[in-house]
């Protein structure tokens, strides 16, 4: 399993070691640092790698699943990002998505459209993206898709 932009890893709680051999990328050297000590205290083996998720590189097809959560907002180009994904992805393997982008109604979209250039100043993050959009842009197939937070809070499970 191979999870990008891992942070200070969030979702290591959340896997089965006894059944996930875990490689976990992000460009922070701070945050792996972090992680690293999570994996450490959960008694994980993990494959940390220092790289910026654009730039990074695996032979096609190494990975059974990939995780994303909350990265496609900060990428220059999030739809070459997820044909770098499908491309790492076995094709009978999954990609889970835990994604922010444009919500679900006129009033919300405005705000984002409205309140982007500063969340990008800050954050260096796009509020303002059509995250099913990029998903069906790149090739991936979505398979079930569960939205939240007026819509803003976007739950992909894919296929390559």
């Known amino acids: 399993m191979l999870e990008i932009a891992v942070g200070a890893g969030a979702n290591f709680p959340y896997y089965d070691m006894a059944q996930v051999r875990l490689t ?16 450490d205290e959960l008694h994980m083996q993990v494959n940390l790698i220092e ?18 959560t909350l990265s ?6 999030p ?4 044909r770098n994904i499908r491309s ?12 922010h982008g ?12 409205l309140l982007n250039p500063i969340a990008r100043k800050m954050s260096g993050c796009h509020w303002n993206r059509d995250i099913v959009q990029i998903v069906k842009n790149s090739g991936l ?5 569960e939205r939240y937070w007026g819509g803003m809070i976007h739950l992909i499970w894919a296929r390559v």
């Open 24 to 39: 976990a990328a992000d460009f922070s050297p701070m945050m792996l640092k972090r992680a690293a000590r999570i994996a």
């Open 141 to 145: 197939r979505i398979e079930r898709m």
């Open 51 to 68: 790289s910026d998720i654009e730039t990074l590189e695996f032979p096609e097809h190494s990975f059974d699943c990939v995780v994303s």
């Open 88 to 99: 790492w992805c076995r094709p009978d393997g999954r990609i889970c998505l835990l994604e």
């Open 72 to 77: 496609l907002c900060g990428y220059d180009n």
């Open 102 to 113: 444009l919500g679900g109604n006129v009033f919300l979209k405005s705000a984002q459209h």
């Open 79 to 82: 739809e070459q990002v997820l």
